[in-house]
């Protein structure tokens, strides 16, 4: 089975842009999380969608949004980016919802750098 | 709002040593959550945690759960450099939202 796939695996863009990174969970995952990961404030949970609802947001501002779709691939939209938004965007599939004990499966990273 | 130490943040150990990180959590926890990441690399899941008390290996790993459910710890006997990473343990909230510790970061020396 192939594993969770990001894409792309790296970005450059400039303060004020915006950016769509995309997972694609393995096949039969319902669920993806994405997670924000710096050197300072470690792995934070983003937001949590199952079947093309977010079940979940943690405390980020409204610049960061997300969807999925129907064959459970998911996007991540950050708008008007910020310098401190340079991070690895990590994106997880698991085959049920976070709340059921369900392990996760980790993408390899979009690694966003904002100048 | 709820939080989940771990303990050490680093630790240097000489290969062929033990290494042991703990998680504690401000709440008790449904379950807890482990992790490794390797060095450039994304985190892997190890194992989960449910029950109070719970104690399951992997080999020369050790992982216990606390009675009461607000802690963890991972025990790996006699290291080697393929231990090298990060460990993360992670627990979810009372909304369901997964929170991690800030993880170990273990060095094996030669």
Redesign the interface.
Known sequence: KAGVTQTPRYLIKTRGQQVTLSCSPISGHRSVSWYQQTPGQGLQFLFEYFSETQRNKGNFPGRFSGRQFSNSRSEMNVSTLELGDSALYLCASSVGHLSSYNEQFFGPGTRLTVL | GQQVMQIPQYQHVQEGEDFTTYCNSSTTL??I?W?KQRPG?????LI?L?KSGEVKKQKRLTFQFGEAKKNSSLHITATQTTDVGTY?C?G?DR?????????TRLHILP
């Open positions: 449904s379950n959550q992790y690399g994304h985190p892997v899941f989960q449910v993360f992670a979810p909304d369901d939202k997964i929170i991690f510790g800030k993880g």
